[in-house]
Structures are given as structure tokens and as C-alpha cells.
């Protein structure tokens, strides 16, 4: 839990986001890996080298220990991504004088 707590702190570092799976805890998700790595520094005193295990190594052990982990939908993200992109395109080139948007595709 100290790990989960560390991370509500700081946050996740860019490059420490997950891929692909998440542990799910209070409606909260932190990446399993990180997960991982920072709780061996609380029982070590170092973090575990994210080289030293993979994802699915993570996944098993913190499901062994109960832990609810998800998938991370990236297929719903890049779609998502790429209507909030076209629709903020279209409301840049679209709005009217009276700061309504239309539909109209002139």
C-alpha cells in the first residue's frame, strides 16, 4: 500500500505509464510494473529494476495477492484521441459570430 500511496504523491512518470495492464484499486489505476518495482523498495530499501520482470510476472503476483488488475483499453484511447482530434479541428474552422457552432460544412 505504501507504493500505491507513493504513487498518489508523485504521480507516474512519463515513461513508467502502463501499456497494458493496471491495478485497480479505489477506482484508482497504477501500473503494475510500478507497482512492483516501488513496493521491493519498501520491503529492500531498492527499487527492482524493471529489466529484472515483465508485465505478466506483475500481473500474476498481484492477482495472487488479490489485487484487481484491468487491461488498459489503448484501442478505445487512440479512437477517442482521434475524435476529440477531428472534432476540436472542425469546432477551430467552424465557429460563428455569435460564438455558436455550426454545422454546416461550407
Known amino acids: 500500500m505504501k507504493a500505491l500511496k ?3 504523491e508523485t504521480g507516474i512518470p512519463d515513461k513508467r ?3 497494458k495492464y493496471n491495478l485497480e484499486y479505489q477506482g484508482k489505476y497504477y501500473p503494475v510494473k510500478l507497482v512492483i ?3 521491493h523498495k ?3 530499501g531498492e527499487e527492482l529494476a524493471l529489466s529484472q520482470f515483465n508485465a505478466i510476472e506483475a500481473v500474476n503476483y ?3 495477492l488479490g489485487f484487481n488488475i484491468v487491461e488498459t ?3 478505445h484511447k487512440r479512437k477517442y484521441l482521434a475524435i476529440v482530434s477531428t472534432l476540436k479541428e472542425w469546432l477551430e474552422k467552424a465557429p460563428r459570430e455569435d460564438g ?3 454545422l ?3
Do not use: G, N
Open 6 to 8: 507513493e504513487i498518489d
Open 17 to 19: 505509464a502502463s501499456r
Open 37 to 39: 518495482s516501488l513496493a
Open 42 to 44: 519498501y520491503v529492500t
Open 62 to 64: 498481484l492477482k495472487k
Open 73 to 75: 483499453p489503448t484501442t
Open 100 to 102: 455558436v457552432f455550426s
Open 104 to 106: 454546416s460544412t461550407k
